[in-house]
């Protein structure tokens, strides 16, 4: 038995203190008054935050590791080991690595947006766990509805458990992510490194994606039900009006990515989805791209769950800083990368709280310098990593 004794212990509704948390093998036992006689390993917690793992449902941060240069390509194994490394240091101890099925490259080449490439990696993070690794690895099948193609590859990674959620991606130009027409320029100028890349050709590129085939309703609908036979949840991303929403409600989407604005994600939280926000927004002041503020969103009650998208350390400092800047308790922070997230999964019998029965997935938090800082991580009750500042 492990004793993790000093600690400020974040629950559900508040912050327990003097109390000893204990856990046994893989799961997380019980509180205690004192470490008893018989706990193998005692952890001086230093008066630091104890939390939950986090859990990340949506990162796309494997791409970096995978192609660190366009003309880059390393060992996709190799990537996924160095990758989760620095997930770990970050409290990340689930991660959903997002994977795209992309028709075609238009916002440039990757390595992971072939059938080929998608199926290899899904493979590699269904039996990673059967060898060495640090922390659990799940797969995010990202399906661009302009991808015809993309209906039947889903629907056999479904049907051979090789995905652990779903979403449903369009990035044409005027709605969604791209409704102001100006971004959607200034994106395809950068990834076609053509800074000259005139109006008319921007305007040529932007006509033609509009007028695409796309995946019907049905089909959707299908690989949704599909998804929910197999224990898989279903996201929407960018989701832009009410409208759109209502449609997604009725092919069964669960969780709503990214709403571009606040109605949108009010109405999300209206239907009963669940709604994601990008942690990175909290720390740039607002979205990259124009969109919905997330502390804004956080402030209003209408964003359930933060996840990295493409910066794993903004998971930790989103939480702290609308704690610390805004006010928004820490208990409820800490649910927005624990407990709302496995719920939207899923996974909330055995991950997402300080709970007895739980698994033991734990994170020692310090602020330091004004910043906070991860001391130590353990995973499926077993110390991951352990680290201590000096000065």
């Keep these: 038995m492990i004793a993790i004794e000093n600690g400020r212990i974040v629950l ?22 004192e470490v008893p006689k018989n706990a193998e390993k005692v952890i001086n917690a230093h008066e630091r935050y104890i939390v939950p793992g986090f859990i990340d449902v949506h990162s796309d941060k494997i791409e970096q ?21 620095e997930l770990l240091h970050l409290g990340i101890t689930t991660i959903y690595h997002s994977f795209s099925l992309y028709k075609d ?15 290899e ?8 766990h059967t060898r060495n690794h640090l922390i659990h690895h799940r797969f995010h099948l990202r399906i661009e509805i302009d991808n015809l193609e993309a209906y039947d590859i ?13 979403s449903f991606m369009d990035h044409t130009p005027g709605q969604g992510q791209y409704k102001d027409l100006a971004i959607y320029c200034t994106v395809l100028a950068r990834y076609h490194e053509r800074p000259d890349m005139s109006r008319e050709e921007m305007e040529a590129i932007a006509e033609k994606e509009k007028n695409k085939e796309r995946l019907t309703f049905e089909q959707m609908k299908e690989l949704c039900s ?10 929407s991303h960018d989701d832009d009006t009410p409208e759109k929403l209502d449609i997604n409600k009725k092919i069964n989407v669960d969780i709503s990515e990214f709403p571009i604005n606040l109605e949108t994600a009010e109405y999300a939280k209206k239907l009963g989805l669940a709604t994601v926000v990008g942690a990175p927004n909290i720390l740039l002041g607002g979205s990259h791209s124009g969109n919905m503020s997330a502390a804004e969103a956080i402030l209003n009650d209408c964003a359930d769950i933060l996840c990295s998208d493409y910066y794993p350390s903004a998971m930790l400092h989103g939480v702290f800083t609308m704690n610390s800047k805004y006010g928004v308790g820490l208990p409820e922070m800490i649910q927005k ?8 999964l899923g996974i909330d019998k055995d ?5 007895p029965g739980k698994k033991a997935d734990l994170l020692v938090v310090e602020i330091l310098d004004g910043y906070p800082v991860i001391t130590h991580v353990m995973v499926d009750g077993r110390t991951t990593s352990r680290v201590e500042y000096r000065r």
Aim: proline fraction near 4%; charged fraction near 30%; include cysteine.
């Design 65 to 85: 590791f995978i192609q660190p240069r366009p003309t880059a390509r390393l060992d996709f194994e190799l990537a996924l080991k160095e990758c989760e490394r």
């Design 351 to 355: 991950y997402g709280s300080i709970e």
């Design 12 to 33: 559900k509704d508040r912050i327990l203190e003097g109390k000893v948390l204990l856990v046994e093998e893989d799961r997380i036992h019980s509180f205690a008054d």
């Design 226 to 235: 599909l998804a929910h036979a197999h224990g898989i949840a279903v996201a």
């Design 154 to 166: 889903a629907r056999s990674m479904i049907e051979e458990n090789m995905a652990d959620e779903i």
């Design 121 to 128: 990696m899904a493979a590699l993070v269904r039996n990673i």
């Design 105 to 119: 490259e238009k916002f440039g080449k990757s390595p992971l947006r072939t059938k080929e490439s998608v199926r």
């Design 337 to 344: 990368v624990s407990l709302n997230p496995a719920k939207a």
